[in-house]
């Protein structure tokens, strides 16, 4: 795997975040997602986190202030 790219699943209109997945990076690519979530969910329909996952040892790959909204299958996965 090339990385993982942050994505959110949000509700329309108002574009909430209602969950935070995981995304592996497009092949040659560490920004752009792959079209499926680490959990099987299509990318298509998310948008993209504005930050990247840190790169620190031991850093969580979601936005920690998102912490509850992170998916249950994409955090195992990862």
């Known amino acids: 795997m090339s990385g ?10 108002d574009l909430t975040v209602r969950r935070v997945h995981a995304a592996p990076a497009a092949p040659g690519t560490t ?26 040892p031991g850093a969580p790959w979601y936005p920690p202030q998102q912490a509850d909204l992170r998916c249950p299958a994409c955090d195992d996965a990862v």
Do not use: N
């Open 4 to 13: 993982i790219v942050v994505m959110y699943e949000v509700e329309q209109p």
């Open 31 to 56: 920004s752009v997602p792959g079209p499926r979530t680490l959990c099987g969910k299509d990318t298509f329909a998310m948008q993209t986190a504005p930050a990247p996952p840190s790169t620190d």
